[in-house]
Structures are given as C-alpha cells and as structure tokens.
C-alpha cells in the first residue's frame, strides 16, 4: 500500500494541537502533557494513524502516542482526526532511532504494527524487533516490559520470536492467523490490516512481556 504525499504537511503539522514538536522537551514529564497518571502506549511507526486513533477512542482512560517519521502520513492521521477531540492522544513525527531523547521510563506498552520488515540479512538490525532496539526499550518502559506485534511478514514474525525470546521475553498470546483465531483475540485493524483482509492474507500476531 503506497501513501500521498500531502502537498501541505508542514502547515497540517504545525497548526496541530495533537502533534507535539519538542517533545525531546517533555522527557521525564509525559503525564503532565496528559494532564493524569493513565498508563502510557507508544506505537512505533503509527503510517495514517487509524490504529492508534480508535484505540485512544475505545480506551478513553489510557494515553496513547503515535511516533511516526514520514510527514506526509503524520499530517494524514492529522487530517483523519478531524474536528474530534481525543484527550488521551499526542503525536511525534520523529525518527525512532531517538526515543531516548523523548522518554525517561514511561512507556507500558509499545505496538509495532505493521512494521517495515527489512527482509533482507544485512538490514536486520533496523527491525523494531532487534535487540538494539529492545536495549532502547527497557530504558523507556515505565516498569513491566509489554510489546503487541502484528504483521503479515513470515520473515519479520519469525525475527521477532526469535530475538524476543532469545532477550528472555514471555509470550502471551501468538497467532498464525489473527482473523482466523478462535480465542477472538480484541484486535482493531490497522489501514494495511484492513486491505489485508479483504485480500485473505494471513496477519501473524503475538503479545509478549517481561517481568
């Protein structure tokens, strides 16, 4: 699925109450930015935003951020927002290699949904999987460590057993077949999940923690 590029993505962003600019700015101090203590989901890589805009909505009582690099789909998500007002959800367009500038330990639970796969050996190390990037994790977990994948890549799920497992991860829930399972699994579709879906392509999903 390829995205538009959206001709006035700058102005989108910077007129946005949802987009926070700085936010290198409100390391150590998200819960005052949210005005509240509710625990702190951060999903990496957030495209046009449907998925982290309908679980701020279903949840209305835990904050949500949505790190996204591309301006283009950060201005999309903006846009798909419209006049709603969602309290419980901030934006970052960063680059994700730079969480630690952003974060003290705050985060509960990161979702990498759909994530470039870097299918190829010698790109592995850019998987939001890889242990470079689960070291930067346990820096800015608040306490428990808890990641929800979802994919529909084989290579990059079976990465993610793999490097997960290897760094002492538990997992949860793993599915094969996410839409298929028979234990229903609370799932809100992503905008490549849903094209996914109507093209019967298999989503792979697993929920993993650390204690």
Request: net charge positive; glycine share 4%.
């Amino acid at each position: 699925m390829r995205y538009n590029i959206v001709k006035d993505a700058n102005k989108i962003i910077d007129n946005s109450e949802y987009l926070i600019k700085n936010p290198e700015n409100y390391k150590g101090k998200w819960k005052e930015v949210f005005g509240n203590n509710n625990p702190i989901c951060l999903e990496l890589g957030m495209g046009r935003g449907s998925f982290i805009i309908d679980m701020a909505k279903k949840h209305p009582n835990i904050n949500y951020i949505g790190l996204e690099l591309d301006k283009s789909q950060t201005a999309t998500a903006i846009k798909t927002i419209g006049n709603q007002k969602i309290n419980n959800l901030k934006m970052i367009c960063k680059d994700a290699h730079d969480l630690l500038c952003f974060f003290g330990k705050e985060i509960d639970t990161i979702y990498l949904t759909f994530s470039e796969p870097w299918p190829k050996k010698q790109d592995e190390k850019k998987r939001f999987t890889h242990e470079s990037y689960l070291k930067i994790y346990d820096r800015i977990f608040k306490k428990n460590k808890h990641i929800i994948l979802k994919t529909d890549n084989k290579i990059l799920f079976a990465s993610a057993l793999e490097s997960l497992s290897k760094y002492w991860y538990v997992f949860d829930k793993v599915s094969l077949d996410l839409h298929n399972d028979e234990r229903n699994i609370d799932n809100i579709m992503t905008d490549f999940e849903k094209q996914y879906f109507k093209e019967h392509r298999k989503i792979y999903y697993l929920d993993a923690s650390f204690k």
